[in-house]
């Protein structure tokens, strides 16, 4: 059984990073365009830190979302979320789920998780180095 399931690992990591990507995508489009509208959303300035950090959500969520520059990407993420817990969330007491800084615990090691694992199937990256002729070497756990 374990090896059956372990020959569907990259297709459940693309899963991962394709609703990772679609939920990172929707928290930038709230802060850069009100949309979708609810409690949180709001337009703010492009040439703010909130700004940067909608474009950060948008843009590097679209990224991870095609499997693009994954490892970079999620690596820059990573550490975007780091700030924005300390930043925003933290200073609002120290549990997580008060704060409402849970979401932003989770896409940092997702994110984090991502750096070290690449984009799983289903990626523009993996299209890249298939086409290039490189392929990573696989290393055995047994």
Excluded at 24 to 33: C, P, Q, S
Excluded at 75 to 82: R, T
Excluded at 87 to 94: D, E, F, R
Aim: hydrophobic share 55%.
């Amino acid at each position: 059984m374990p090896h059956r399931v372990q020959a569907w690992a990259p297709q459940a990591l693309a899963i991962l990073r394709i609703v990772t990507a679609l939920l990172f995508i929707e928290h930038g489009t709230m802060k850069l365009f009100g949309f979708p509208a609810g409690e949180q959303a709001m337009e703010i300035s492009f040439f703010s830190l909130m700004g940067l950090a909608g474009v950060l959500e948008a843009v590097g969520g679209l990224l991870i979302l095609v499997g693009l520059f994954t490892r970079t990407t999620a690596f820059i993420l990573s550490g975007e979320m780091a700030v924005a817990y300390f930043m925003a969330h933290a200073a609002q007491g120290p549990y997580p789920a008060l704060n409402q800084g849970d979401a932003a615990i989770l896409f940092c090691f997702v994110f984090l998780y991502l750096v070290f694992a690449g984009p799983g199937a289903w990626s523009v990256d993996g299209t890249r180095r298939s086409s290039s002729g490189f392929t990573r070497p696989q290393v055995d756990s047994a």
